[in-house]
């Protein structure tokens, strides 16, 4: 009776998996008769429906960041909050060493040096800006049993609240700059850059470009210069170049300008992320951010840190 039961239930999951995928193949065919085209890639027979899902289902850019839980590494830390006339209101400039040992890892402070209210009176963050830092690229304590593997840490949003909630979504913003972020009020399906629809809000681009002497694809996403009022409230993205390994499709580097204005919080960010390689594995070796937001109830936060990763170890 059981069989008899689950044999429809195949069929039917087969045939919306089937669907679905049929539906995301003609959405990739018609963003592909959207994108501007270089001479080069035009007489490289460059496959750009097989390139847009690559893009869209890309996880490279993520697992760089992961794997950075498994490897010891020297970071250069120099985080600036400045007040509404630009001045210099707190800064943290650090060198700390991630050590990991044992399927643990930790955290040495090698040299800070801070300046204002960069710290509370208990020795917590002052500024937002600083515990998502903290959150990417410091250690509190001894951390075990990570691994690099994907499927090990989803990011969703809706299983978090208040801080963490905040943090994951950074990270869906920063991981996954063009898909859809749950959870976000006013602004998460604005994201998803690949919706049929919202495509047509902008230019794409493919070119061959080198990075760091490797052969890449540099994909572009750029808002349209002339677009309506009501348009313009569906931007996110201003613009995205990210450059892909030609021979193994890794995002090499990405640089992007997100900005918005939901009345209850406005926020106007630029990072770009730079990456290297060690013992096989993709690694972040610089990361870039400029940013200013503001959210209800909150001070207004302009920040702006750059964060240098160097000497790993495995």
């Known amino acids: 009776m059981r069989r008899y039961l689950l044999t429809p239930l195949l069929f039917w999951g087969t045939l919306i998996q089937a669907q679905t995928s049929t539906e995301d193949s003609l959405d990739n065919i018609r963003l592909a008769q959207m994108i501007n085209l270089s001479e080069v890639v035009v007489s490289s027979n460059l496959d750009i429906s097989r390139f847009i899902e690559q893009v869209k289902r890309d996880t490279t850019f993520y697992k760089a960041f992961k794997n950075l839980r498994v490897l010891g590494f020297t970071s250069s830390n120099d985080i600036l909050l400045r007040d509404k006339k630009g001045n210099p209101s707190a800064r943290l ?37 600083a515990e998502l830092y903290a959150g990417l690229f410091f250690t509190t304590g001894k951390v075990c049993g990570e691994t690099n593997m994907l499927r090990s840490s989803r990011l969703n949003p809706r299983e978090q609240r208040g801080l963490a909630k905040h943090k994951e979504q950074l990270k869906m913003l920063l991981f996954n700059p063009g898909h859809k972020v749950p959870g976000i009020p006013l602004m998460g399906d604005k994201i998803d850059l690949f919706d049929p629809q919202r495509a047509q809000l902008y230019d794409f681009s493919i070119d061959y470009a080198d990075r760091n002497g490797e052969s890449c694809y540099l994909f572009s996403i750029k808002a349209k210069d ?17 450059w892909f390994s030609t021979k193994t499709m890794e995002v090499l580097s990405r640089h992007y300008t997100m900005s918005y204005d939901a009345g ?51």
């Open 226 to 242: 002339k677009l309506r009022s009501g348009e313009l409230d569906k931007i996110v993205v201003d613009r995205m170049d990210t």
């Open 264 to 314: 209850v919080y406005d926020f106007n960010v630029q990072l770009e992320a730079e990456m290297t390689r060690f013992n096989g594995l993709l690694v972040p070796k610089v990361l870039r951010y400029v940013g200013n937001w503001d959210v209800a109830f909150k001070k207004r936060e302009r920040g702006v840190f750059t964060a240098t990763l160097y000497d790993f170890k495995q």
């Open 93 to 129: 400039i650090s060198k700390t060493r991630q050590v990991r040992e044992a399927g643990c890892r930790t955290m040495q402070v090698l040299e800070e040096n801070t300046q204002g209210d960069f710290y509370d009176r208990d020795g917590g963050y002052n500024y937002y800006t």
